[in-house]
């Protein structure tokens, strides 16, 4: 339990409530690929993918023929190769050379290469070496289907024009030709490379970006955050009308916040720690500050102190210490799972995460411009990523939850070396797989119920993805209606998460509570005078 999951259930505790970029732009992002050119959304893709920028002067010069330094470039942005990597001491690529990086990456990777300890950076790269390129990249298969007239079987890049000919990703030219020793131009290797890169053989670039950002993400030593939550649960009008006291409740709850601050993150061992403010909106407008501590197993929060508050003297400025363990049988869950190798569920988190974007990447999540969005401008952005679900996708979503995604988690609940971090046994296993297929049989239906039911006003993400591929900014923004028999109730949850001091050494504020300054929570019914609110 650690990062964004452990300050959602934070958030649970304290509010006993469970929490569970743009589209391309019409215009072309260059004065010279103008809108219906033939490559323009290819060309746009890999603009907002962060793989292309184009010339200082606002061009891309589609037609000019794509150097081997330019292709370098192009594929380490698209494939985020690692650029710390040895020197392949090409005597015309210095350290000083702009692609220098890249060429060194595509050369460690064995993507590309020179010859004679020369690179060639200058030198177009022709129709025959893309191929051969691409071909090698991606682990690209031909069938023998390829037969254009200048291509004879003997030719050294024959294999590798059929395998991009197989997958779609060229068709050549209108008379049967291929022309494998002319240039390629700038827009057909943006035109090449995205189709590459969405070949059903190979993992989309954006899948392959998540899968790694959340790898990163479970992966972090330590790190300082903030946030921001805005949360309102509006009720249907008929239970404003039942009763003043409740009517007043139902006020609060459509407008809470919660402010994150001073927010510290460390991995090993386990401590994390943050400030609260807590505001609860409406008549009672209060907002009530809480330094909270947590460790793997225990969990501490200051009662806050306040005009509207009287605390008995036992819980004046003591921290209320909740025991994770204790916790978890309160609330029915087997405390086990509590304890479980920290590693392995790690290695269940990762599984989860690859099960989601594998069913989900593609179709949901987007490449958005990197100004989609407002985050400090300390973060050194590499990729905004956007998640969008709307009424339109709500059928296909749950259609792919249900018989891709689920059936998938029914599996990992079934495995016996995470039976302890689900606190299930192989016996609920199978009792849930029996319910999962009536839910497969009956899915139409639920469906139908799930429209009449849910609207969705806003339903997306931002994810803003740093150099190092970790995630430094998150916003969300849900706002939902469901109508049950004529009423509605709303739900409006707006959070922001930031990340800053990434793996670098944490600075703690407070310290684990010394043993007067605690209060354990089992003790607090204990304790005889009540808190009161003053009217």
Partial sequence: MRKTGLVSMLFALILTVVLPGFQASANSAFKDVSAGFWAEKEINMLVEMGVISGYDNGTFRPNQPVTRAQAAIMLTNALDLHTDVPNPNYHDVKVDHHAYEAIAAVTAAGIMSGSDNSFNPNKPLNRAQMATVLASTFELEGDGSASFKDVRDDFWAAAAIDAIYTQGITTGYDNGTFRP??????????????????????????????????????????????????MGISLPASFYETDPELAMVAGVMEDITVEIKNGTYQKDPMKMEMDLAVTLGGDVNLTLNMPVIMTETKMWIKLPSSPFFELPPELDGKFIEFDMESLAMLEGADPTGMMVNLDLQTELALAVYDLFFDHFADGYYEFAELNAIDYPNAIDAKHVVKFELTNEKLESFATTFVEGFLPGMVELMADPEYADVFGITPEEAAQLAEELDMIQLELAALLEELQAVLTINTFEQ??????????????????????????????????????????????????????????????????????????
């Fill in 181 to 230: 020793n002319q240039a390629t131009t700038r827009a057909q290797f943006s035109v090449f490379l995205v189709k590459a890169l969405e070949t059903p053989d190979s993992e989309s670039a954006l899948a392959s970006l998540l899968k790694e950002a959340y790898a990163n993400e479970v992966a972090l030593e330590a790190y300082d955050f903030s946030g921001n939550v805005e």
């Fill in 462 to 535: 931002y994810i803003v993805i740093d150099q190092n591929h970790h995630i430094a900014h998150d916003v969300l923004n849900l706002d939902v209606d469901f109508t049950i028999e004529g009423e509605t109730l709303g739900l409006v949850l707006n959070s922001t998460q930031g990340k800053s001091r990434i793996n670098l050494e944490p600075e703690f504020t407070y310290g684990i509570p010394a043993p007067e300054e605690v209060v354990p929570f089992e003790e607090l019914f204990l304790i005889e005078e009540p808190m009161v609110i003053e009217q």
